[in-house]
């Protein structure tokens, strides 16, 4: 990559990005900007460039099927790449990250900060995401400000990319865990709560502890809640697998408001 640079980004028009993210309401997940940055900046020439961490970004503006999005890029001599993503000359994205290797796994050190307790809500009564792009399987754990929960990236997700899953799929897997613990706060802890939809907005300080995430192998994640001013919540996050880390930082999502009737 030259030291600085744009280049044009065709988020396709359907497809497995938009499969099941959200049922009759398409919207690219925040996320998938991430893989699409890393595949433009590749050129079709080779292996994604590494991701050893996310300093900042900020997702303004949805982006949906048939979006065409100019990308701006500066790298720095160490190694921080700036980027913005624009439609039609309004910014959609921008943020900071570090290129390199992700760094060593560490034992995961995360827990919820309360006291939890296990309770039986089903996943797919609590998320408006549907299979493939539903990666939360089951809740662990909940407790007044936090949740635990078991995830899985299927092989079908949109999200695999040449049959693998760059390490920033755990902020996708956090975001689900965060929205469920958001339903399960509206439902009283009790299940039942309708699903609404929630955007990613925000990602600060990630590190990577791995560059890829095992597609169909079962992982942890946990989410604590920093603080809100809704419709605008913040957490911390963490993605392990058999006790090490597979990325952790902090995140922001937005509520949207009430389908209409």
């Known amino acids: 990559m030259s030291e600085s640079g744009r280049s044009l980004i065709e988020v396709p028009a359907g ?5 099941g993210h959200f049922p009759g309401r398409p919207i690219l997940p925040g996320v998938a900007q991430i893989g699409l940055v890393l595949a ?3 050129a079709g020439r080779g292996p994604w460039p590494e991701l050893s961490e996310i300093i900042s970004m900020r997702l303004r503006r949805l982006v949906g099927p048939g979006d065409r999005l100019e990308l701006g890029l500066a790298e720095r001599p160490d190694r921080r790449v700036r980027l913005t993503l624009e439609r039609d000359g309004v910014v959609v994205t921008q943020g900071e990250f570090r290129l390199g290797p992700a760094r060593p796994a560490v034992e995961s050190g995360r ?3 309360d006291e939890a307790s296990v309770r039986p809500l089903p996943v797919e009564q ?16 909940i ?3 936090g949740l635990r929960a078991t995830a899985r990236v299927p092989a079908g997700c949109g999200l695999v990319h040449a049959g693998r899953a760059h390490g ?6 956090a975001a689900q865990a965060a929205a469920a613990w958001e339903a399960a706060l509206r439902a009283g802890g009790a299940g039942g709560a ?4 929630g955007y990613l907005v925000a990602i600060r300080e990630v590190e990577f502890g791995t560059a890829e995430i095992p597609v169909d192998c079962p992982f942890d994640v946990a989410v604590h809640l920093r603080d809100a001013e809704l419709p605008l919540s913040r957490y911390d996050f963490e993605a392990a697998r058999e006790g090490r880390v597979l990325a952790r930082g902090q995140i922001a999502t937005m ?3 009430p389908e209409p009737d």
């Open 126 to 141: 609590l998320l408006p995401h549907r299979p493939p792009m539903r990666l939360l399987e089951r809740l662990v754990a």
């Open 194 to 197: 309708e699903p609404r939809v």
């Open 255 to 257: 509520l949207a408001g």
């Open 15 to 19: 497809g497995r990005l938009f499969e």
């Open 143 to 145: 407790a007044p400000r």
């Open 40 to 42: 433009a900046m590749s």
């Open 111 to 113: 827990a919820l900060q």
């Open 168 to 173: 920033s799929v755990a902020i996708e897997a």
